[in-house]
């Protein structure tokens, strides 16, 4: 009974997300890549939503705060806080530019093809990474459901996700994801407030999960672990820094993110989509450690201390997926909480049953997670496709090509591009959280410089950027590989604080050569200064006009 729940109601989300995508499928390259520039502020803000909160944020991160504790807030609020960032000092300055793509905005702004063609590369890279987690995540879920190897999940994920994206480009996707983040966050919330009203009959959790923090600290005493609220024992002080940072500065810099301010009309609506997509953001990143510590609080309540020949059936179901372990390791005939061993990557999914929240509850999580896992997907490789098909194809192999064959191109695009990181994901280098927070420090160590440079600095130039980049790119690609795969670590800051090494050295690169070499042209320099007016003002010859008069301010 529970497969054919969470089994329909799968199906009719994917009818209705396939539906949208045919619908509005894109005809022109505007479509494809901007969505024609007509998205409502709104709508923006929940596509927005739904691009950003990943399986990561659905599925990963609640479960990263449940394991690490403290710790684990580096992501919550890193990941929120680059949403500011993005809102107050790119979003509406880029839509003012008026380009299709970051690569193509780097390119122009700085003058230069090669920074172009890196950038490009760097999307390219950057959005992989990310993908990757992101079919992990839809193979976690199509795993459990249909209770086989996550490995086999993922390879049905791939198949849906090619489909609909390479279908509806940018104008289908953008529909599909405002679709996607209703289910999504219905999905996340049923489930943390039907806990809070069972643990503490009070159905707030964001007011409620105080109480259970209180027991959780009690059973931590008596268990005689380390305290669940207690900082900087999963890590040092300065890798929650550096994690921090190089989550709101990559959140700044993902390509994927920031082609959706793209989609609207004006530099005012990008200021709005901004500030709908805090909102719709926040209503999941406010509940996160909620369901982390009412998650953790079940199981240690519940599950730990019971015989291990009388455990649950949802036991068996999530050790079939390679995600739980569950091994009476002393002895004694009782599961003891060590002896727990659970992927943060399985959280969110398996409290439900955890808390034996009813076969729709269960059923509805499986939906929103494949929801969330979709609905990012489907941006990234819209990503991909723009830095292969218009940066790369168009912009340098093709100029000539008709809207038909750069369609074409960016569709192909998309199909491989999945496939591709599908691959990679059937056997994935880390847990979800930990992929997604390489591919943040990639984009905090290439674009974040190149973007704040680039459109506050009016004397950054096109050599200072490409030595930037590739700075700042191999600064941080070395330090993940060194830091994860040698066991080199400066202050204690592992792999997922890489960027801000990476950030530092690109910022420093690009203003040192920058100095060093010719500067922009005036008429750049007055197109820098004039991104920092509203559209209705522009800047020229050292004073800021008003287009429709004749009087400088």
Known sequence: MQFLVSFGLIVVTFALYIGIAIYNKAKATSDFYVAGRGVPPVFNGMAIGADWMSAASFIGMAGTVMILGYDGLAYIMGWTGGYLLLTFLFAPQLRKYGRYTVPEFIGDRYQSNTARLIAAVATIIISFTYSVGQLSGSG????RLLEVNTMIGTLI??????FYSAMGGMKGITWTQVAQYVVLIIAYLVPVIFMAAQLTSNPIPWISYGEIIGELQ????????????VPFTEATKWQFIALLFTLMAGTAGLPHVIVRFYTVATMKAARWSGAWALLFIGLLYLSAPAYAAFSRFILMD?????????????????VDTGRLSVADQNGDGILQWAEIVISNDIVVMATPEIANLGIFVIGLTAAGAMAAALSTAGGLMIAISAALSHDIYYRTINPQASEQKRLLVGRWSIVLATVAAGLLALNPPGAITQIVAWAF?????????????????????????????????SVTLGYIFAAKYGGFT?????????????AISATLTNIIVSLATKAPSKQVQEEVMDLRYPEQMTYKDGEVWMDDSSHSL
Do not use: C
């Not at 009690?218 to 609220?229: C, P, R, S």
């Open 302 to 318: 519940r599950v730990a201390g019971q015989p291990i020949n009388d455990l649950p059936a949802w036991t068996s179901a999530w």
């Open 140 to 143: 976690v879920v199509i795993g």
């Open 490 to 502: 400066i202050l204690g800051i592992i792999d997922t604080g890489a960027g801000v090494f990476g």
């Open 218 to 229: 009690t059973l931590d005493q008596q268990l005689g672990i380390t305290e669940y609220v």
């Open 441 to 473: 420090a990639l984009a905090s160590g290439s674009f974040f410089p190149a973007l704040l440079l680039g459109v506050w600095w009016k004397r950054a130039n096109g050599p200072g950027v490409v030595a930037g980049m590739i700075v700042g790119l």
């Open 157 to 162: 994920g791939v198949v849906l996700i090619a």
